[in-house]
């Protein structure tokens, strides 16, 4: 380190950069997002702790799914919109080294819960009889807190090696948050290593799952070729189109983000697909969930209207 190079402590998030009138109303359309993201997954959360006909492996893990889209968009949407709305667009270095970190794992962890639901769905439409053995609630809890425990472990490899670099400036990351690929940008040092391992990490935890899901559903597919009855192939598409929605929005945008080569994507691009996988995919799964899942939309019927047994 040079004598004329300091530490940061703080560094500006540039955000959007668009006009005050503008910045109005992007504040009320993404207060308008968020709030729904919320409402949407806390209903969904609700509805499935409060329905015991919801109390299934799978619903178990919609649950989880639920509340990381909840704590995904509460970790970046919060400090996005105060920005949107003051002149002081700071954030200090250690809370924004929290936000990549949270940010990471929450991400990390949806894509082990996709892949588990995956697992899910092949078990139950590829082995029937053997469901409930399989799908046992022990299993259930061991693949839940391993993707969990695993996914923040692996957060915290990339934190670990972010902070072994010395920050020196510059003092503005050009994002409305603190996406690690930005992060990064401030050090005064190689970072190659970082990109190897983000690259890496990358492989193993996008495409590998990605891969993992699609020949389940291969598989599936196949399965519900050969159901006999038009209503139980029906329910297997309903269900499997649902969550094959959400996998193709989370995994496409995270992908595209972080696999393709960078002089594809400038900046604002980046941030746009940045802010669909951060605001819009965990807005939107709720609303997939409970338009094409009977039950779903079974159990909020009971909870608005109070159903009383005939």
């Not at 389940?216 to 094959?244: D, N, V």
Request: hydrophobic letters at 50%; one cysteine or more.
């Amino acid at each position: 380190m040079d004598g004329n190079q300091t530490w940061i402590t703080e560094v500006t998030l540039l955000g959007f950069q668009v006009d005050p009138a503008l910045e109005s109303l992007l504040f009320g359309l993404f207060s308008l997002f968020y709030t729904l993201t919320l409402l949407g997954n806390g209903v969904i959360l609700g509805l499935i702790c409060l329905d015991s006909r919801l109390h299934t492996p799978m619903y178990f893990f919609l649950s989880h799914l639920a509340i990381i889209d909840m704590s995904y968009a509460s970790n970046n949407v919060p400090k996005m919109l105060a920005n949107l709305v003051s002149q002081k667009r700071t954030i200090s270095f250690v809370p924004c080294i929290m936000q990549t970190f949270l940010y990471l794992a929450f991400a990390h962890t949806e894509c082990v819960i996709l892949v588990v639901m995956s697992y899910d769905r092949y078990v139950a439409i590829c082995h029937p009889l053997r469901y409930t053995v399989i799908m046992s609630w022990r299993v259930c809890s061991v693949l839940a807190a391993t993707s969990w425990v695993f996914s923040f472990l692996l957060a915290l490899v990339h934190v670990v090696l972010i902070l072994r670099l010395p920050f020196c400036g510059p003092r503005e990351i050009n994002h409305f948050f603190c996406e690690i690929l930005s992060v990064l940008k401030l050090a005064c040092a190689d970072t190659r290593l970082n990109q190897t391992v983000i690259f890496s990490a990358c492989v193993f935890i996008l495409l590998g799952p990605l891969c993992l899901v699609l020949v389940s559903y291969t598989r599936i597919l196949f399965s519900i070729l050969r159901i006999q009855a038009a209503e139980g192939r029906r329910k297997a598409f309903s269900t499997c189109s649902s969550h094959l929605c959400v996998v193709g929005l989370f995994f496409g945008s995270a992908i595209v983000m972080y696999m393709a080569p960078k002089s594809q994507h400038p900046e604002e691009q980046q941030k746009v697909l940045s802010l669909f996988y951060s605001l819009f995919n965990p807005m939107l799964n709720p609303l997939i969930y409970s338009l094409r899942s009977a039950e779903v939309k079974g159990a909020l019927r009971r909870a608005l209207w109070k159903e009383r047994p005939m």
